[in-house]
């Protein structure tokens, strides 16, 4: 069982950020993910910079102490939503209890920019650290829901753009097939406090328009996934993507590479949000941080 404050805010989840539905505008939606993004705090003593990168805004977010790396976190939202408002303070955290600074691009969104938008800013993000200095070996891609699936896209895509790896990804329920084959679409469409397939369904169809959903651009689960670093997947069990997760961590086995699947009792689509309030959260911050720090400690 979850604990009391898991159980409230999986009441009341689904009134903090309005659902994908095609009756409900893409600003009420993006409005609804930043005045979720707003009840956050940020962790004392982190720091935070507004820049552009590539063209696009973006937020520095700095913890205190003497830093070891770099994040690089592709935010949620369908590939519709999300920007540095509404993730500010889980990357906070994130970055906070990894000990290294996090850079959280603002991608360009659909329907407005359909793909490839989003992949080219996100590899174009990932240049810009290069070429400011960082090394691959201490850089980590992260990102959660639409940002996860981004984020393999990305590093699945790194060898074909002439680009070395990073030390690490990190997955929070990705979205990994936008084509929607995965059974738990089906098995947890009860249970998911907030997600609903016709939703998910809909956020594909603006992001991917022309392309077809099984690219492997569009739906890493497609990609070749092989020589990829090491991958943390963290994914609740009551969500309808948890097939999405669970195959995408198959495939990177199954392609010789290191895949550490994190399922989560009764937790959400990215339940790590609410660091602030529930105890789930911050174990799973935690777990994220410990394997953060392995990794490039390895390196």
Not at 79 to 102: F, K, N, R, T
Not at 179 to 201: N, Y
Not at 263 to 281: A, L, Y
Request: a negative charge.
């Amino acid at each position: 069982m979850p604990s009391l404050q898991g159980l409230f805010y999986r009441l009341i989840f689904p009134l903090m950020a309005p659902p994908l539905h095609h009756e409900v505008a893409v600003e009420t939606i993006r409005q609804g993910l930043d005045d979720a993004g707003r009840r956050g705090s940020m962790p004392e003593g982190t720091q935070t910079h507004n820049l552009t990168v590539a063209g696009m805004p973006a937020l520095w977010i700095t913890p205190p102490g003497e830093p070891s790396g770099v994040i690089l976190y592709l935010h949620g939202g369908a590939y519709v939503a999300g920007s540095i408002i509404s993730h500010q303070y889980l990357v906070g955290y994130v970055a906070q209890q990894a000990g290294m600074p996090a850079l959280l691009p603002e991608y360009r969104l659909a329907p407005e920019h359909p793909f490839p938008a989003a992949f080219d800013d996100a590899l174009a993000a990932y240049r810009w650290l290069l070429d400011e200095g960082h090394a691959p070996a201490r850089i980590v891609v992260m990102g959660d829901s639409a940002g996860g699936g981004l984020s393999l896209a990305l590093v699945a895509h790194l060898p074909e753009a002439g680009l070395p790896p990073p030390a690490a990804v990190v997955l929070l329920s990705p979205w990994t097939d936008l084509a929607a084959t995965g059974e738990s679409l089906r098995t947890r469409k009860r249970r998911d406090p907030w997600l609903r397939p016709e939703a998910v369904a809909n956020g594909a169809a603006m992001y991917h328009g022309e392309t077809p959903a099984a690219d492997p651009r569009v739906s890493p689960l497609y990609a070749d996934l092989s020589g990829l670093p090491p991958v943390l997947i963290q994914v609740g069990d009551h969500e309808i993507l948890l097939s999405a997760a669970q195959r995408a961590a198959a495939a990177i086995r199954a392609a010789g590479g290191t895949a550490d699947l994190s399922v989560w009792p009764w937790m959400w689509h990215v339940f790590q949000s609410f660091t602030d309030h529930m105890p789930e959260s911050r174990r799973a911050v935690a777990q994220i941080a410990q394997f953060i720090r392995e990794q490039v400690g390895s390196n």
